[in-house]
């Protein structure tokens, strides 16, 4: 298990005991991945925790989610728990809920309308539609929040394609107003159609560059609209905002011309070019190519020139193409296998249909290709298990340049991360598939900061030179803290905390005394007691831009995903769609101001930036104990 994926499942402290056992009985975590999103996906709660929420929704105020056994009825968002007179003879009766909201239900800014109440999933967008208008007249101001509430979580219930094809079909309706509507609804519901369709665009953006499906649905509605034009100019404006968003998210339709290859983009750690791992970070979406190695048993490779999104069939077929293999070879017993390779030898067979493997792969591992007989033979490249002590950059730079440069790195990488991964990578088994490779990405950026940690003490063989270096990365990881990218902080705690360093003491008692106390006060600011409360405060009293604690926000999503259900009965759970949206609004949030920060572009700079986006780092547990008790045979 990954030390990332020890920290969210954990029960009491993320910090290792400084006592541990010999090398050889050490069980190493290893560096094969779990399978996609086993262990982030699904993190246990403390045992020491009360059964409840995660915490208070940021930005809520102070709501929670309620567990509810599934016999109990949903409640929309703000209406009370059950619990009055009223509410229990309801239930021991039940009766059906009373259409009227009760007198304490409040919307989420307390102006007193009605607060959304469950309902099918094909009926809460026509909810939603018949709100907006009210909305905009100042009696609806709820409106805006369940909006936003539907669109970044509609794919739990209701597929992307589906919920654009009801949207076109409501403003076909509306063309034709019905006797019933009352005049002048019918531009109404076009409005909050409109209204709908322009939130749609501006939160899923280049997403929709993926689904053909869903970009021929909303080409039919805009041309719909287009000709609405002349007869209604108080859509002009909509109008024109529409159509600019329509051309910068470039929609794909199937039978349309293919667009022109695309630049490949490299993925960090495939090629350790100078001139790539210098450039900014651009976020990757499944169709975009790459480059990859996939390595043979004899450690020879091919190249090959794939998909993002790649499924291990499409992959093996690039292989044998470039080894000539012979379609009667390919589909005889001898056929290729796809084998996911780490530092540790650990080995796992890829199914043919598994896609994204790119992404998922360990920090050290890698692809080989090779035939069921052959798949016993393989061990990993001599470059992954054999480590040669001695000073690295870390010891030439300021830690202020290692920090500094770490935050800049990974805010790239988090501004990549569409809002709509974190829903995704959580709840992919319950909604349509969509890759998530850029927080999966920096995800095992995480992991790869943790373990660079106690590699570079590891390899560092002076005592005094090692202390040294101990207190260097207290320092980096103080000025991360100030920094605000809480997420370097994280890693670089966790992998001081490291068994493997841990256990060194003749290096930590050489540690000054102000330093210890400074990493005691980390290690109390890192602790997950009490749901991880001292972070959390911590972290509420912080302004934008900065940089959280990833993997904690994928925790909280996870226990709303599985501490209630999404459907009941045939009915949407609203308060958890609203306790959902509120968690991936903190990342919105925490994105809503730039990053500033002074790097020079001298030199000595960019080797100190090329030094800290391709780390190179050693995620075999067992090596890093054998490492460990060379350097201090007797510590306990």
């Known amino acids: 298990m990954k030390p990332l ?33 086993q262990s982030l996906s699904r993190p246990a709660a403390s045992p020491e925790e ?11 105020e102070g709501r929670w989610l309620e567990l509810r056994p599934p016999e109990v009825p949903l409640r929309s968002p703000e209406e009370p728990s059950p619990g009055g007179d009223r509410d229990r003879d309801r239930e021991r009766d039940r009766e059906p809920p009373s259409p009227e909201p009760p007198p304490a239900a409040r919307c989420c800014c307390g102006c007193g309308c009605a607060p959304a109440a469950p309902a099918p999933p094909e009926r809460l967008l026509t909810a939603l539609l018949d709100r907006l208008p009210a909305a905009e007249h100042g009696k609806g101001c709820g409106a805006e929040s369940l909006l936003d509430d539907i669109v970044l979580t509609h794919s739990l219930f209701l597929p992307t394609e589906r919920f654009l094809q009801q949207l076109h079909q409501h403003f076909v309706l509306a063309a034709g107003s019905p006797p019933r509507w009352e005049e002048g609804a019918g531009l109404q519901r076009k409005r909050a159609v409109l209204a709908v369709l322009l939130h749609f665009l501006e939160t899923y953006k280049g997403l929709l560059q993926e689904e053909e499906s869903a970009g021929k649905v909303i080409k039919e509605l805009y041309l719909l609209i287009m ?5 209604y100019h108080d859509l002009e404006d909509e109008i024109l905002k529409l159509h600019q968003l329509v051309e910068t998210v470039e929609l794909k339709v199937a039978d349309e011309t293919p667009p022109p290859n695309k630049q490949v983009k490299p993925l ?70 796809l084998v996911t390779m780490a530092s540790s030898g650990e080995k796992a067979v890829l199914q043919p249909s598994e896609e994204c493997v790119f992404t998922t792969l360990g920090i050290n591992s890698h692809l080989f290709a090779c035939t069921r007989d052959t798949f016993d033979s393989l061990v990993p490249l001599p470059e992954e298990i054999q480590v040669v002590p001695g000073d690295t950059e870390i010891h030439r730079v300021e830690p202020e340049d290692v920090a500094n440069h770490l935050t800049a790195f990974h805010w790239e990488l988090f501004r990549c991360i569409h809002e709509l991964e ?33 590699t570079e003490l590891l390899l560092c063989e002076g005592l005094g030179k090692r202390a040294h270096l101990l207190k260097k990365l207290i320092k980096i990881a103080a000025i991360c803290k100030q920094n605000q990218d809480m997420l370097s902080f994280y890693a670089i705690v966790i992998g001081l905390n490291n068994a493997a360093v841990s256990r060194l003491r003749l290096t930590w008692e050489k540690l000054p005394g102000k330093f210890k106390n400074l990493f005691r006060k980390f290690e109390n600011l890192t602790d997950p007691c009490r749901n991880h409360k001292t972070y959390r405060e911590v972290l509420a009293k912080m302004k934008p831009p900065l940089i959280p604690f990833v993997p904690l926000i994928l925790k909280d999503l996870t226990f709303l995903h599985e501490g209630s259900k999404t459907l009941l009965d045939g009915l949407v759970n609203v308060e958890k769609l609203h306790c959902i949206a509120e968690k991936v609004r903190t990342v919105r949030k925490y994105r809503s101001r730039p990053l500033c920060l002074e790097l020079e572009a001298s030199p000595a700079q960019l080797q100190t930036k090329a030094y800290v986006r391709q780390l190179r780092v050693i995620d075999n547990q067992n090596l890093l104990f054998e490492l460990s008790y060379k350097l201090e045979p007797g510590s306990q």
């Open 5 to 37: 994926e020890k920290l969210l499942k954990k029960p009491g402290s993320h910090l290792p005991a400084r006592p541990a056992a010999p090398p050889g009985q050490v069980p190493g975590p290893g560096s094969l991945p779990a399978p996609r999103r």
């Open 50 to 60: 009360p059964p409840g929420p995660a915490g208070p929704v940021p930005g809520g």
């Open 227 to 231: 000709k609405d034009t002349s007869l």
């Open 268 to 337: 960090f750690r495939h090629f350790r070019r100078i001139d790539s791992c210098l450039q900014t970070r651009v976020a990757f979406r499944g169709s975009d190519e790459i480059f990859c190695r996939v390595y043979l048993p004899d450690h020879s490779y091919v190249t090959i020139r794939s998909r993002l999104s790649a499924s291990v069939q499409d992959i093996l077929a690039s292989v044998t193409e470039k080894l000539q293999y012979s379609e009667e070879q390919s589909t005889r017993e001898d056929a290729l296998i």
């Open 422 to 454: 974190f829903v995704d990578y959580v709840f992919h088994g319950e909604r349509g598939r969509r890759e998530t490779a850029n927080l999966e990405l920096l995800l095992q950026r995480c992991s790869e900061v943790q373990h660079w940690v106690g």
